[in-house]
């Protein structure tokens, strides 16, 4: 097997760990969000997300549909489960794909930053009669990124 070959292997399977990681992290959120949502639906977002965190263009991971789409699965919950679904969004950020989670990589930046946003961030204190606690942590947590990557 010469070497360019080799290659395509091993980014083939670098696709479909990612995808299978996807589907498990994705599959575990949707069954308790939005109503209409499948994991293929969002798939493509995602890799648009993973792109901004591979090319270091850490404002518009942010700030991505993916992101947003996430953060939203869970229109009515309270502070902690919002809390705990950053957590859980930033560790698969953080084990995706194979050999990804050197120290200093772009995706365990973000998920490190995601998990210190989310110990900091208290929506309660901001939050308007009008807003639901999910616009409020969508809110903070997105004012709190964009500020530490800018």
């Known amino acids: ?20 990681q996807f589907n498990s992290f994705m599959g575990d959120l949707i069954n308790g969000g939005k109503g209409g949502v499948t994991v293929d639906d969002l798939y493509d977002d995602f890799q648009i997300f993973v792109d901004g965190i591979d090319s270091s263009q850490m404002y518009e991971v942010v700030n991505s549909k993916f992101f947003h789409n996430i953060m939203t699965l869970k229109n009515n919950a309270r502070e902690r489960e919002l809390r705990r679904l950053t957590y859980d ?62």
């Open 89 to 150: 969004l930033s560790y698969f950020i953080e084990e995706l794909g194979h050999d990804r989670t050197y120290y200093d990589s772009p995706q365990v930046i973000v998920a490190r930053t995601l998990r210190e946003v989310a110990d900091i961030i208290e929506p309660r204190k901001s939050k308007t009669s009008k807003e639901s606690m999910n616009e409020a942590w969508r809110r903070e947590l997105i004012s709190e990124m964009e500020q530490r990557f800018k």
């Open 1 to 20: 097997m010469d070497l360019s070959k080799f290659k395509t292997l091993l980014v083939k399977e670098e696709e479909l760990t990612i995808r299978t």
